[in-house]
T-cell receptor, first 112, second 116 residues
């Protein structure tokens, strides 16, 4: 199957770390992506990880991949109000060509 | 230039109208996509073009008709739409590479379509 699940909502205080989680069911994922979508806008690619990696760090963003549990997470350090948006994980499957399957999306709200 | 440009940004159309959405990229990408996104939902794939040929059609109703006139342009022709077709329509593009290589998809800002 290609179900990709995320928790719907996350609220954090400015300056704290945010952790957004994603679980997927298809073990043939090759690349996994995190996208950010601000209200009324398109999707902005934040980062990606290849399925044979466990971790990737890019400035304030840390991606962790647990392939055994089919669990992906995005940690945002020192979360700012500008990080408030909906975050989607997405997977590209082996044999799936260019098709991306998106998760259900997590709305991150950053409070002062 | 990592930009995917979509026009128009907003569109209101009646159920008997014919309109087109346009998408353009100059990154040399040979895979282009149309996604439909309803409010607070993930994008749903509609069509994929690979080297200007339709490679994926996710059983989309025929009132949506895609066209890829050249490697930089992608159109979505709309005819006899229903109110439930109101949504954000997103265009994306990526390199066309073997499956073991990364193909980041870059998205446009979308066209907000309202069918009345």
């Amino acid at each position: 199957g290609e179900d990709v699940e995320q928790s719907l909502f996350l609220s954090v205080r400015e300056g704290d770390s945010s952790v957004i989680n994603c679980t997927y069911t298809d073990s043939s994922s090759t690349y996994l992506y995190w996208y950010k979508q601000e209200p009324g806008a398109g999707l902005q690619l934040l980062t990606y990880i290849f399925s044979n990696m466990d971790m990737k760090q890019d400035q304030r963003l840390t991606v962790l991949l647990n392939k055994k549990d089919k669990h992906l997470s995005l940690r945002i350090a020192d979360t700012q109000t500008g990080d408030s948006a909906i975050y989607f994980c997405a997977e590209r499957l082996t044999g799936g060509g260019n098709k991306l399957t998106f998760g259900t999306g997590t709305q991150l709200k950053v409070e002062l | 230039d990592t930009e995917v440009t979509q026009t128009p940004k907003h569109l209101v159309m009646g159920m008997t109208n014919k309109k087109s959405l346009k998408c353009e990229q100059h990154m040399g990408h040979r895979a282009m996509y149309w996604y439909k996104q309803k409010a607070k939902k993930p994008p749903e794939l509609m069509f994929v073009y690979s080297y200007e040929k339709l490679s994926i059609n996710e059983s989309v109703p025929s009132r949506f008709s895609p066209e890829c006139p050249n490697s930089s342009l992608l159109n979505l022709h709309l005819h006899a739409l229903q109110p439930e077709d109101s949504a954000l329509y997103l265009c994306a593009s990526s390199l066309e590479v073997p499956v073991r290589m990364n193909t980041e998809a870059f998205f446009g800002q979308g066209t907000r379509l309202t069918v009345v």
